[in-house]
């Protein structure tokens, strides 16, 4: 199975971190990627609630805070956004890297005169967008392609109609085959048909005149309408232009992100990533698919992304910057070919859909655009719901009398175990944006699902013949774990803090040329109403954990959703989203989720025996 090629490249850094917007202190999941910042709702989110370029940025250390360690990441007159964090290492971690990045793509620090602030506005929107390109694989243009191009983009087109700042226009050497065709086809019929009918009625009489007209609709009218059909199935090809009200590095950005282009292409399904990409549409309940491949190149100051279907050209997207009232757009014309009913050959429509979807879209906001719409405005629909609360949850119960200070910590990680537990049902409960695993057993189903900056998660599901009760008690056996867990070592619980809930500590094996990983983890149970039991467990912090010289992975999420079906069986869905840090091989990550969406084959063999 092909993994897909991950949007955040080079070295990277995702956690959860509490950032300061407007006067609350939020949780969110932020991914530091090639002098961008991106921040999730939650490691399962498919799309970041704003991305911000470094450019131009400062990185402050505002000392500690209620023994959190803050700085602050600011550009004068457009942003400023603070960052907690509650250690001291993962803190030096982040400040470190995201003061390089700052140096990195630090502006000019030459002063401009007030007469030239206009023309200095638009050389720094200028650089964001360029390094939003640079980030592109974009190459430039081999002769031959060029010239396939040329052939395509210099043909006659003649303008069919103009919508606000869209045209649409057909080539004109294609409809004037289609009315010759059209034409004469019937003209030669018409003729034809007349000949024949006068030879007949001199040589044959008057009798058979009437009967050979007949066998000459019967022979001929069939040809005629498959040639009227062909002609109207034909392919159009046609040119539509549009002006986007964003700069190039957007536009283009919004192309590259195949996983994003079913939200704005009509009729596509789902799309896979990377330089290959299989596109599945849907028309009507009906599924078509087909494989396309991609390039970026430039010629000069334009960009052309080109899509081929078996190496013929589906798909010509021309893009150049353009500059009007100060602000930067995007003139782009799309190059394809149309055929009536059939969503897989060419679609008319994109570029009206792509303008709609990069214009109201914050995904791909310059920090020019971040300005003007202001981080607060972006996010702030959310802040209200995830300020910190702290209560007791479901399910929790503190028997012993403990200190004050102790109990606040418990509630605290309740709090985040309820987060975590309502993500898993809502996971499970879904069935949009999931791939299938192909695994080697029918009685389970595997599957995965992009997740934030790059990640996985994957899902195994089926039916045990077991108890809820029983399953529970079995899993949570750590001594057992590696009966269906062929990757853990050992593991040990470090302090039990309720009947419910526990911290952890696992290591898993060595495996090829990956080291060993370890976790620290909190594990909590929730039993539901209807018997229904999920038990959850995230990365945490303890001081008893132990500092070791393995690879410390980090887990986002990892559950088991457990259903009762009847009194002896239930339906189970384990789900895990971890990043096990490094640089590790494709093949050995695809191998590692095809072997985690088969813990509930083992366990449901194990219970079995």
Not at 27 to 48: C, H, I, Q, W
Request: charged share 25%.
């Amino acid at each position: 199975m092909e993994d897909s090629t991950s949007s955040f490249i080079g070295e990277e850094l995702r956690n959860y971190i509490k950032l300061k917007r407007k006067r609350r202190w939020v949780n969110r999941f932020v991914v530091l990627s090639s002098g961008m910042l991106y921040y999730f709702k939650t490691p399962a989110s498919l799309k970041p609630r704003c991305v911000i370029s470094l450019v131009g940025c400062q990185v402050n250390n505002l000392g500690v805070e209620k023994r959190e360690y803050i700085l602050d990441i600011s550009k004068p007159n457009h942003y400023s956004i603070k960052l907690a964090f509650p250690s001291q290492s993962e803190y030096n971690l982040w400040f470190m890297r995201l003061s390089s990045f700052a140096e990195q793509y630090k502006e000019d620090p030459d002063h401009v005169p007030s007469s030239c602030l206009h023309q200095e506005e638009r050389k720094k929107m200028n650089r964001e967008n360029l390094q939003l390109i640079e980030q592109l694989p974009i190459g430039e243009i081999p002769n031959l392609t060029k010239q396939q191009i040329e052939e395509i983009v210099g043909k006659k087109y003649v303008l069919i109609r103009s919508e606000g700042s869209g045209t649409y226009s057909e080539c004109a050497g294609n409809k004037a085959e289609n009315r010759s065709i059209a034409k004469y086809g019937q003209i030669g019929f018409i003729a034809g048909a007349l000949i024949v009918s006068l030879i007949s009625h001199f040589a044959l009489g008057n009798a058979l005149t009437g009967l050979c007209f007949a066998l000459i609709v019967a022979v001929y009218y069939p040809h005629m309408i498959s040639s009227k059909s062909a002609s109207a199935a034909q392919k159009i090809q046609f040119k539509t232009t549009i002006l986007i009200n964003s700069g190039a590095g957007e536009t283009l950005t919004a192309l590259h992100d195949s996983p994003c282009r079913s939200l704005w292409e009509p009729y596509l399904h789902d799309c896979t990533d990377g330089s290959r990409m299989t596109f599945t549409y849907e028309v009507n309940g009906i599924q078509a698919t087909q494989e396309v491949t991609r390039q970026f190149v430039k010629d000069g100051n334009i960009f052309y992304v080109i899509e081929k279907a078996d190496n013929t050209i589906k798909n010509i997207f021309k893009v150049e910057s353009k500059s009007k009232y100060g602000k930067m757009m995007s003139f782009v014309s799309h190059f394809g070919y149309f055929e009536e009913n059939n969503s897989i050959v060419g679609n008319p429509s994109l570029l009206a859909c792509l303008k709609n979807y990069v214009e109201s879209n914050t995904i791909y906001l310059s920090n020019q655009q971040v300005s003007n719409q202001t981080t607060d405005k972006v996010d702030s629909d959310s802040d209200e719901e995830e300020e910190t609360k702290i209560d007791d949850g479901p399910g929790l119960a503190i028997t012993q009398p403990i200190p004050d200070e102790k109990k606040e910590m418990i509630l605290q990680l309740n709090n985040e175990a309820v987060k975590a537990m309502q993500e898993a049902e809502k996971l499970a409960a879904d069935s949009e944006g999931w791939e299938e695993i192909k695994l080697k057993v029918n009685t389970v189903k595997g599957s995965r699902r992009k997740a934030a900056g790059g990640l996985y998660i994957v899902r195994g599901e089926g039916d045990i013949n077991r108890s809820a009760i029983e399953v529970i008690e079995y899993i949570k056996d750590i001594n057992r774990k590696a009966e269906y867990d062929d990757m853990f070592e050992s593991g040990y619980v470090i302090e039990k803090l309720t009947d419910e809930m526990e911290i952890a500590y696992q290591k898993y094996k060595k495996t090829g040329p990956v080291s060993s990983r370890d976790l620290c983890l909190l594990q909590r149970r929730f039993d539901l109403e209807g018997g229904k039991i999920v038990a959850i467990a995230m990365s945490t912090t303890h001081p008893n954990c132990p500092e070791t010289k393995f690879v410390r992975a980090h887990l986002y999420l990892g559950c088991f959703v457990l259903t009762p079906v009847s009194p002896t069986v239930t339906h189970m869905v384990y789900m895990i989203n971890v990043d096990i840090k490094g640089s590790i091989p494709k093949f050995i990550i695809n191998s590692v989720q095809s072997d985690q969406a088969l813990v509930v084959e083992k366990i449901r063999k194990n219970l079995a025996a």
